[in-house]
């Protein structure tokens, strides 16, 4: 046994968890001994501390924490063209691992174990969760503008491939996803490339989709059709499908990529700060059937990558949109960081069950601003927020224990990551 969590509380109940070979092994009433039970590695002390699954965040661009900040309160387009753009151009793999490493301290500090990512310079992601032991599905950027044809083209389609047939010698808690940026961005041969890549090899595509009213209006112009029925046209329904945003799908896109198993990442922060116009529609997602978890987006249009924060959020807007305080309970925006994320990204099972990744966090319910305790997955979605997690585990590997981050020496990650911030932004 490698490890054992005692006397924490799962859905208010007192617990033990035996954790084994980086899955949980049992969960039993306390001091419930078994005879021949091997003696655990560690031991620890769950006494008043709610047990919960890792989060899971659906959409992410880890690195640009190093952008936190960097051009507030702009326009999209004005924000991307003066500040980010400018900014990714000079970036280069180190600053990207450094961006990451601080991304990944602050999901450990916030209940984070798993995220999807899409950034540049994907082996400079890929080392930084290797070393500090989160779970990712890690993809790089594909971007052509329009031209598949191109110098530029060519030589991702090469990276793409070369990550395709290394993906077996990376660590099994790092996966490869494609991720062709947008539909505006990428020409519909490449996507056509992509989708067949996919279905050969059994990936995860991720793409952003339907973020904007401009670029729905754009695709139905240039292809006489809405996004989703776009993506059919060019077999991306037929791969395993992440879209990011989907604030503009309309009811007939759901049932479609519902009935093709795709998944929708909302990031109500994001959609929010950027005042992208329209909030994803949750009701009608349930409706259609449709697959929904929860992103935070990047640090440059969030601020932070706080999952437990995003649920509040997320319950909140879909409640005000609804005009309904029963459309979204805390319950399922619990479920949209958890189980709903498990199963879209092929994970295992997102509850503390036998047999389920040894993905949990241990949750401190006990400060005035979480008390009283009526309901646990209440506090943790409306009162709390990412400092109240006191311990993360991952893969059976303790990568937080009483607020002290194991894997990683935290000022070093946080003083590197400003100096590449620094030096990115010409100062
Ligand atoms: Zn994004």
Known sequence: MELVIRHCLVEGDARDIGIEEGRIAWVRSPGLEVPGDPTPDRVID??????????????????????RGYGDDLPLMEWLQTRI??????????????????????MIRSGTTYFNDMYWHRPGVVRAVEELGLRAHVGSVFIDHGDPT???A????????????????????????????????????????????????????????SETRSEVDACVATH??????????????????????????????????????????????????????????YRA?????????????????????DMIEEMKILALVQKHRAGDPTVLTA????????????EAFRLGSGDLEPGAPADIILVDLSRP????????????????????????????????????????????????????AEKLEGR
């Open 224 to 281: 006489g059709v809405r996004p989703a029925h776009f993506l059919e046209s060019v077999g991306l329904l037929e791969t395993s499908l992440v879209l990011a945003h989907g604030v503009y799908l309309d009811e007939e896109e759901m049932e479609l990529l519902a009935a093709h198993g795709a998944t929708v990442v909302t990031n109500p922060t994001a959609n929010m700060k950027l005042a992208t116009g329209g909030i994803f529609d």
């Open 331 to 342: 319950r399922e925006a619990l479920a949209l960081a958890t189980t709903a994320p498990s």
């Open 369 to 420: 601003s979480t008390q009283p305790v009526h309901d646990p997955v209440s506090a943790l979605v409306y009162a709390a927020n990412g400092d109240a997690v006191h311990t993360t585990i991952c893969d059976g590997r303790v990568l937080m224990h009483d607020r002290r981050v194991e894997v990683a020496d935290e000022d070093e990650v946080v003083a590197t990551a400003i100096a590449a």
């Open 150 to 152: 191109g110098v530029a």
């Open 285 to 305: 997602a349930r409706a259609a059937g449709l697959r929904v978890v929860l992103g935070t987006d990047g640090a440059g249009s969030n601020n932070n990558l």
């Open 154 to 209: 060519g030589a991702l389609r090469e990276a793409v491939l070369r990550q395709v047939s290394e993906r077996h010698t990376l660590n099994l808690r790092v996966q490869v996803a494609l991720a062709p940026h947008a539909i505006y961005t990428v020409a519909p041969e490449s996507l056509e490339w992509m989708a067949d890549l996919a279905s050969r090899n059994d990936l995860i595509v991720h793409i952003h989709l």
């Open 85 to 106: 753009w400018p900014a990714e151009a000079l970036l280069t793999e180190e600053d990207v691992y450094h961006g990451t490493r601080l991304a990944l301290v602050e």
């Open 46 to 67: 769950g006494r008043g501390l709610h047990a919960f699954p890792g989060l899971k965040n659906g959409h992410t661009h880890a690195a640009m924490t190093l952008f």
